[in-house]
């Protein structure tokens, strides 16, 4: 039977790239976004590569859309073997020091950001308890692990992530889930062109990190949990699973 992943924010970027390397791979798709006609579009691609595939256009920062989402996840096909929580935003581009960011702003950042994660994870998690399998892996960021200035909550809310990653893992160290996170480094997306308009340098494409993405999703991986990978040197060293 056919693993299935779910990937949230999937319309563009990482997740489109992830979305259609998992199709690639043989997996069964729930794909989700905000954009109802980006994430129909990545639907059929995944589709015309073999891919059973269910779209939806939901906001996982909303109780309502996670539970829909889930919901029929579930439904569809029976189970969720891996969830990738991929959506993310960026906050005000450029981005203001902390001293001038909007209090809404830096609420929605964090929303979207950190507790979206918590609220899928949290809706995931006991279904994948109960079958003693599954693996759970969070979107990161460098900065994530040092206080860059001008990254403002977009950092502050990858901080809250890691922390979030590392606590799950713990509390559910030995059920035969795993939790982990991946920080894929600078891509060429929508979003660094806005956090970095200036850019003059070349940098990943997404779809050119995937392999440690594969390595978390596969059986190779049934004991890591709680660690933090760096996708581009995951990507150099080779995967060997």
């Known amino acids: 039977m056919k693993k299935v992943v779910m990937i949230t924010g999937a319309s563009k970027g990482l997740g489109k790239a992830l979305s259609l390397y998992f199709a690639k791979e043989g997996f069964n798709l729930a794909i989700c976004a905000r954009n109802e006609t980006a994430i129909e579009e990545v639907q059929k691609e995944a589709e015309q590569l073999g891919a059973d595939v269910l779209a939806l256009s939901a906001d996982m920062s909303k109780t309502k859309d996670v539970e829909r989402f889930v919901a029929l996840t579930e439904e569809y096909y029976g189970k969720i073997d891996v969830l990738i929580n991929n959506a993310s935003i960026l906050g005000p581009s450029p981005m203001p020091f902390l001293l001038d960011?909007?209090?809404?702003?830096?609420?929605?950042?964090?929303?979207?950001?950190?507790?979206?994660?918590?609220?899928?994870?949290?809706?995931?998690?006991?279904?994948?308890?109960?079958?003693?399998?599954?693996?759970?892996?969070?979107?990161?960021?460098e900065a994530g692990a040092t206080g860059y200035a001008g990254w403002g909550a977009y950092g502050i809310s990858k901080f809250a992530l890691e922390g979030l990653t590392e606590t799950w893992a713990d509390e559910v160290s030995e059920s035969g889930v795993r939790v982990n996170m991946v920080d894929p480094g600078e891509m060429d997306t929508d979003m660094h062109a806005l956090a970095v308009p200036d850019r003059d340098y070349e940098i990943a494409k997404p779809e050119e990190i995937t392999a440690v993405f594969g390595y978390l999703a596969s059986d190779a991986s049934k004991d890591v949990t709680g660690k933090r990978f760096q996708a581009h040197e995951f990507q150099l060293e080779g995967s060997g699973y």
């Open 101 to 141: 960011y909007p209090e809404q702003d830096f609420e929605e950042v964090l929303r979207v950001n950190t507790i979206g994660p918590f609220l899928v994870t949290r809706r995931v998690l006991p279904v994948m308890l109960q079958k003693q399998q599954g693996s759970i892996i969070n979107i990161t960021s």
